[in-house]
């Protein structure tokens, strides 16, 4: 009896002992080594509601709020390119994905601020590659065009649908590319239809006649168009003189594969950009810092909403060179992380 007491008492200290080893040796929840700031307010914007470029920043939103619960992030739709124009002016938009070039944008915004200095005033830097977005070029098979030259060429009687801000801009472009311009076209009967394209509105646009060719671009496939079985043709941007010209304004060439619509039954030469997330340049290190974590974290909710998801090493490192080819810098807070993922000095 007394043997088994004495041994029920040893028992006792050596799980005593072992509770406390266990307890000092437990991490200490105390301040953790990594800082993070707290109760962060953000505004995301994207182009307009419905589209792709939408629902990526959408997703990038909820990336930030599942890991900091503290946060609060709304994500939303600006309307529009001038309304996106107002919002950044404004200070309102924080982060937002850039919808086309810089070069381009600029030249589509500065008439409707003749007061303001546009480059200083929508200045943003660069933060991650998010998706490529492919030049689409859409013609009704009736129009017998067999290169966007045919048009100028011929002096064709068409109508262009192209949407009010970027698209018309790089049509005209094009024109000026062959010697002409949007007045002289309009004198020989070419017609401007504003519709963007690579929307609903513009497929029925095209399968209704309503135009006859239209011109954007969107990310691959563009989800207007998949499963659309119209007598469709998307035509090559294969022109060498057109595409260094088009590299100029910081597209590169690209191509669309054969079967991404029903209508393409071969590959279709064009060019491309990358769609960045961006955000206002005064935007603080950390918070910039953590909300790249934020997106590597949880890039699995990107992955439904990006068809060609860039977050890798190489897609930051050719990031990197079109930062410094379009002279648009990225922030100091997004090249931190890229030092400690080792993917840049």
């Known amino acids: 009896m007394i043997i088994r007491q004495r041994l029920l008492f040893v028992l006792c ?23 993070r700031p707290q109760n962060v307010a953000l505004a995301l914007y994207g182009f307009a509601a419905g589209t792709g470029q939408q629902l990526r920043t959408d997703s990038i939103a909820e990336a930030i709020r599942v890991a900091y619960p503290d946060w ?26 850039t919808p086309y070039l810089r070069r381009l944008e600029l030249e589509v915004q500065t008439p409707l601020h003749p007061e303001i200095d546009l480059e200083k005033a929508t200045a943003y830097n660069l933060v991650v590659p998010i998706n490529i977005s492919y030049v689409h070029f859409f013609a009704r098979s009736s129009t017998g065009l067999s290169s966007i030259k045919d048009i100028i060429d011929k002096k064709l009687q068409l109508k262009v649908g192209a949407g009010p801000g970027g698209s018309s801009l790089l049509f005209s472009k094009i024109l000026g590319q062959y010697g002409t311009s949007w007045t002289e076209a309009e004198s020989w009967g070419l017609k401007r239809e504003v519709v963007i394209i690579v929307s609903p509105e513009g497929v029925e646009a095209l399968q209704s006649g309503r135009v006859d060719v239209g ?8 989800k207007a168009y ?13 022109d060498p003189e057109l595409v260094q010209m088009l590299k100029g304004l910081g597209f590169y060439e690209a191509t669309i594969p054969a079967g991404t619509y029903p209508f393409v039954t071969k590959n279709v030469p064009t060019v491309a950009q990358t769609e960045f997330l961006a955000v206002r340049p005064d935007m603080p290190e950390d918070v910039v810092y953590y909300t790249l974590k934020a997106i590597f974290n949880n ?26 080819d379009t002279g648009v810098p990225f922030h100091p807070g997004a090249l931190r992380f890229y030092r400690e993922m080792g993917w840049i000095e």
């Open 215 to 222: 011109l954007s671009w969107s990310e691959m496939p563009s």
């Open 299 to 324: 890039k699995d909710i990107l992955t439904a909403a990006a068809a060609n998801l860039m977050l890798t090493r190489e897609k930051i490192t050719e990031s990197l060179v079109i930062g410094k």
């Open 72 to 97: 609060k992030v709304t994500s939303q739709a600006a309307g529009g390119e001038a309304a996106m124009i107002n919002k950044r002016i404004a200070g309102e938009a924080d982060f937002f994905l």
């Open 13 to 35: 200290v050596i799980l005593a002992l072992a509770t406390l080893v266990t307890a000092c040796a437990r991490p200490s929840p105390a301040t953790s080594s990594e800082q």
């Open 226 to 238: 998949i499963g659309v079985t119209s007598d469709l043709k998307l035509m090559p941007l294969d």
